[in-house]
C-alpha cells in the first residue's frame, strides 16, 4: 500500500511544471526556509511563498485527478 501510494505522489509530482517541483523540493525535501528557497531561485521571498502555495494547489488537483483521487492517500 505504501509503494501505491509513492507512485501516486510521483505521478503526481511529475504532471506539475518543473518550477513548481522545485518549489516543493526545496521546501519538503532539502527542508529550506522560505527565505532560503527564494535566495535558491533568485527571487523575492514574497514570491517564493506564493509559488509554493500555488505549486501545493497544483499538487493537490493533480493528485485529485488520479484514479482512486485523495482517498486513497
Do not use: W
Not at 501510494?5 to 532539502?30: G, K, M, S, T, Y
Not at 494547489?57 to 485529485?64: M, Q
Amino acid at each position: 500500500m505504501r509503494a501505491e501510494r509513492l507512485r501516486c505522489v510521483q505521478e503526481a509530482l511529475n504532471r506539475l511544471e518543473p518550477l513548481d517541483r522545485e518549489i516543493l523540493a526545496l521546501r519538503h525535501f532539502e527542508e529550506l526556509t522560505r527565505g532560503e528557497a527564494a535566495q535558491a531561485l533568485g527571487i523575492e521571498e514574497s514570491a517564493a511563498a506564493k509559488r509554493y502555495v500555488r505549486a501545493l494547489k497544483r499538487l493537490k488537483d493533480a493528485l485529485a485527478d488520479l484514479p482512486g483521487g485523495l482517498e486513497g492517500l
